[in-house]
């Protein structure tokens, strides 16, 4: 729930200064001046964990914080500071790191596959250590802008109004609304240590009264407590080790393209005394 209430936030800080002064191709989202951003440039930067997860709604505060970047970019490129040996390295060193991962994804997607059957082995031979380690708990919730509207919402539900059709009109978490506000399995680390508090006293069934966080206040039912030492679900069991399994596989075959690339590269090193780096650095030797 916490990853899908913050996605613009996390999203945003993926967005830099993508500016065009040629002729634009695409679909203007924003223009400063002469630079432009496009939607395909600006999916391009978000990284892929995160695109699935943004909504049209979310739109309009990435588009103001490029804006508010580039202002400020176009600012500093005024004063000089794009030509600051500081700032250059850490382009030079952004360009090469972004051209590598992606490298690295084409490189490494086609090698490493993790059949079913691999999976169900593993699952056969090790399926009673598959437990869960901590409580885990299913719930929905109501998110609203201002204890009034709380208050108001939470009143509905004591009469008897259906809480899913509620969370669907009235949810500010429209992704979770949609599902009539379930927000899935969580345990108490993955959210608002208020929002765990809340949901720790609740029984499978109940609702509880509007609690606040820094994202709203929020009315919670749980549908569903599971405690720590119970079985995992036999598909669950097997998504993660499917997960464990391709990063293994993933790590293993990373660390042999690297082998195989230096072993064929020209490296040299050349070490620095600790008095060169300390000079260097501008720190004292102890």
Not at 41 to 66: H, K, M
Not at 120 to 127: G, K, L, P, T, W
Not at 130 to 150: G, N, P
Not at 189 to 217: H, I, M, W
Request: with cysteine; charged share 30%.
């Amino acid at each position: 729930m916490k990853r899908l209430m913050i996605i613009s936030g996390l999203a945003l800080l993926f967005i830099g200064a993508c500016s065009k002064e040629q002729e634009t191709e695409g679909t203007v989202l924003a223009r400063v001046n002469k630079d432009t951003l496009t939607l395909e440039e600006l999916i391009y930067q978000i990284p892929q964990e995160y695109r699935s997860q943004l909504t049209a709604e979310g739109f309009p505060d990435i588009v103001e914080n490029w804006i508010n970047t580039e202002v400020i970019y176009q600012k500093a490129v005024e004063k000089g500071l794009d030509k600051d040996p500081e700032i250059r390295a850490i382009i030079k060193a952004g360009i090469r790191e972004a051209i590598a991962r992606k490298f690295i994804d084409q490189e490494l997607t086609s090698k490493v596959s993790i059949s079913q059957q691999k999976v169900d082995s593993v699952y056969n031979a090790q399926r009673d250590s598959y437990k869960l380690e901590k409580d885990r708990f299913r719930a929905r919730h109501i998110l609203l802008q201002s204890a009034v509207e709380a208050e108001a919402i939470y009143s509905r539900l004591a009469k008897g109004d259906d809480f899913e059709a509620l969370a669907r009109d009235y949810s500010a978490d429209r992704r979770s609304a949609e599902r009539g506000g379930d927000i899935g399995y969580f345990t108490s680390d993955d959210v608002d240590p208020v929002f765990a508090e809340a949901v720790g006293k609740l029984k499978p069934g109940s609702f509880s009264r509007p609690v606040q966080t820094s994202y709203g206040f929020h009315i919670i039912m749980l549908t569903e407590k599971q405690a720590a030492g119970a079985d995992l679900d036999s598909l669950e069991a097997k998504r993660k080790i499917q997960e464990d399994l391709y990063t293994k596989g993933h790590s293993e075959a990373f660390q042999a393209l690297v082998d195989s690339l230096k072993s064929a590269a020209s490296i040299e090193r050349f070490p620095l005394s600790d008095s060169v780096l300390a000079k260097q650095m501008g720190i004292g030797l102890p």
